[in-house]
C-alpha cells in the first residue's frame, strides 16, 4: 500500500507510521518503506539513517537487494523500516537515464521474501516525481490523507490522474483503495464540511475513522516511537488504532470475496 499525497503536510509520514504500528500490534508482519528523503518515517521508527549508509537509495540506484537493508524496529516485534537517507534527494535525478526507471521499487520488492509481510507500507515524498510512481507502480493500493482543512481536495485531482496514468502504462492492478481524514479539529465547521465534501466525493473509500488534531501525534516522532507506544491512550492513538482496524477488516472482506 503507497501512502501518498503531494500536498505537504498533510499527514502522509504519521499515517504510514502509525498505521504500521497499529497493524503490527495486531500481530500482523509490517514493513515500512522509507522512500521519501527527509526520511522522517525511519526517524520515528528509531531506524538508523545517516546520510552514506546502506538504505533505499542504493537499492534504487545500485541494485542492492532489498533484504540487506531491512531493519527491525526496536522493542516492536512484527515491525520493520527500510530507512531513506538524504542521497535519496539525488534519485529522482540518477533515475531519468535508467532501464525499467520506473519500476525499480517493484523489481526490489519481488525478488524480496515480500510474502512473509502481511503488509507493507510505501511513505512517499511530497511530490509526483519518480519516487512517487516507483511507490505507485509497486503497489496495489493507494491510501490517500486528507487534511480536513480549505484547500484539502485542491491538486487531488492530479494525483488521481496519476494512478490513472500508472494503472494504465506500468500496474494494472493499482487502485485508490483507502482516503483517511486527518487533522480534525472537531471545533471548527470547516473541518466537518471538508468531511462531508470528502465523503460525498470518494463514499466507501473513505474509512470511518478520522485522525484529530492532537499534539500527542506531533510529539512522538521526536521520540523515535510511533504514537502507538508513547501514549496508547490519546485520542490519536485509538484514532490510528481504529483506523487499521478497518483496513484489516477490508482487506480479509477483499479475501474472503
Known sequence: MTVANQKGGVGKTTTAVNLAAALSMHGQRVLVVDLDPQGNASTALATEHRSGMPSVYQVLVDDLALSSIVKPVPEMPNLYCAPA????????????????????????????????????????????????????????????????????????????????????????????????LTMYDGRTRLASQVAEEVRSHFGDTVLDAVIPRSVRVSEAPSYGQSVMTYDPGSSGAMAYMEAAREIAYRAAALAGA
Open 85 to 180: 537517507t538524504l542521497d535519496l534527494a539525488g534519485a529522482e535525478i540518477e533515475l531519468v537515464p535508467m532501464v525499467g526507471r520506473e519500476a525499480r521499487l517493484k523489481r526490489a520488492l519481488a525478488s524480496f521474501e515480500a510474502g512473509t509481510f502481511d503488509y507493507i507500507l510505501i511513505d512517499c515524498p511530497p511530490s509526483l516525481g519518480l519516487l512517487t510512481v516507483n511507490a505507485m507502480a509497486a503497489a496495489q493500493e493507494v491510501l490517500i490523507p486528507i487534511q480536513c482543512e480549505y484547500y484539502a481536495l485542491e491538486g487531488l485531482t492530479q494525483l488521481l490522474q496519476n494512478v490513472e496514468l500508472v494503472r494504465a502504462h506500468l500496474n494494472q492492478q493499482l487502485s485508490v483503495s483507502t482516503i483517511l
